[in-house]
């Protein structure tokens, strides 16, 4: 069993930057596929990015391409999702999910790749 604690959220005027920590425990990030979601009310998950098991391979949603980034510290089982030039339409909750599957990246774009999940955090842009 994994355990996902997201933290970091909180809000931030348009044009800001914010750092959102994963912290993963009850199996080594290292064997995990760490991806980022963000849901808005009412709505379905929608994919952020996604980064390899090693940190080799990511990948990101058009709509955030160039401004987030979601490095990961394996030796401290976190990964981050750090955004920059953040907009109001960024305003949502972000979940932080894994799974220890073997495929490439691009399968993980969908929420029902993923085993695990985080109770998510709240990110508001105010413009």
């Known amino acids: 069993q994994v355990q996902l604690v997201e933290s970091g959220g909180g809000l931030v005027q348009a044009g800001g930057s914010l750092r959102l920590p994963c912290a993963a425990s009850?199996?080594?990030?290292?064997?995990?596929?760490m991806g980022w979601f963000r849901q808005y009310p009412g709505k379905e998950r929608e994919f952020v990015g996604v980064?390899?098991?090693?940190?080799?391979?990511?990948k990101y949603a058009d709509s955030v391409m160039g401004r987030f980034s979601n490095p990961r510290e394996n030796a401290k089982n976190t990964v981050y999702l750090q955004m920059n030039t953040l907009k109001p339409e960024d305003t949502a909750i972000y979940l932080c999910?894994?799974?220890?599957?073997?495929?490439?990246?691009?399968?993980?774009?969908?929420?029902?790749?993923?085993?695990?999940w985080g109770q998510g955090t709240q990110v508001t842009v105010s413009s």
């Open positions: 999910a894994a799974d220890g599957g073997v495929y490439s990246i691009t399968y993980y774009s969908k929420p029902l790749r993923y085993a695990y």
């Open positions: 009850g199996r080594t990030s290292v064997n995990l596929v």
């Open positions: 980064i390899s098991k090693n940190g080799d391979y990511t």
